[in-house]
């Protein structure tokens, strides 16, 4: 009759084996959960570098289309991690990459302010083709490298000069 009293229950060497079973898959989970946390903030931080990027291009051959002819709208003597400019607006700009700290700057040369316009930036070439006469450029060329971690993209884009056809 005393041994019939506890048939129903669990040992404690079953409920020590379950609760080792259930720590397993408990740290599995863990480990599951973690690593989707860390992916997720790395592919944030790849969406953020080339969002920025693009952005940049983006402006950089909006204001190359329409740059101002009447004072040279592009140099085409500029050395290629530089492009020089007058906007529409007859705002005398540059572009320039500077290796040493990988950034893009926009350079305001009427009053001599410097803006960073992209970070994380490896590598930029800016390919100028020059008009017949060489006084100024036909279209621009842009190729930029960004990197985030071990990711590493390059983006393209390409500007011709509207006024600066012939």
């Known amino acids: 009759m005393r041994n019939t009293r506890y048939k129903g229950g669990f040992t404690i060497v ?3 084996i379950a609760l ?5 898959l408990l740290a599995a989970v863990a480990v599951a959960f973690n690593a989707s946390i860390v992916n997720y903030q790395e592919n944030e931080q790849i969406f953020k570098t080339i969002n920025n990027a693009r952005q940049a291009l983006f402006r950089m051959t909006s204001q190359l289309r329409t740059a101002n002819p009447e ?3 592009v140099d085409p003597e500029a050395p290629p991690n530089r492009c020089s400019l007058h906007t529409a607006t007859n705002e005398d700009i540059t572009y320039e990459f500077r290796a040493a700290d990988n950034k893009l700057y926009l350079i305001d040369n009427d ?3 410097e803006y960073v316009l992209c970070e994380d930036v490896t590598s930029m070439n800016f390919v100028k083709t020059p008009t017949d006469d060489g006084s ?3 279209s621009v060329q ?3 490298t960004v990197q985030s971690g071990d990711f590493q993209r390059t983006l393209s884009a390409a500007a011709v000069i509207r006024r600066n056809l012939d």
Do not use: T, W, Y
């Open 14 to 16: 079953e409920l020590l």
């Open 71 to 73: 004072f040279g709208a």
């Open 111 to 113: 009053n001599n302010e």
């Open 142 to 144: 842009i190729s930029m």
């Open 20 to 24: 080792a079973i259930s720590a397993i």
């Open 136 to 138: 100024d450029c036909k």
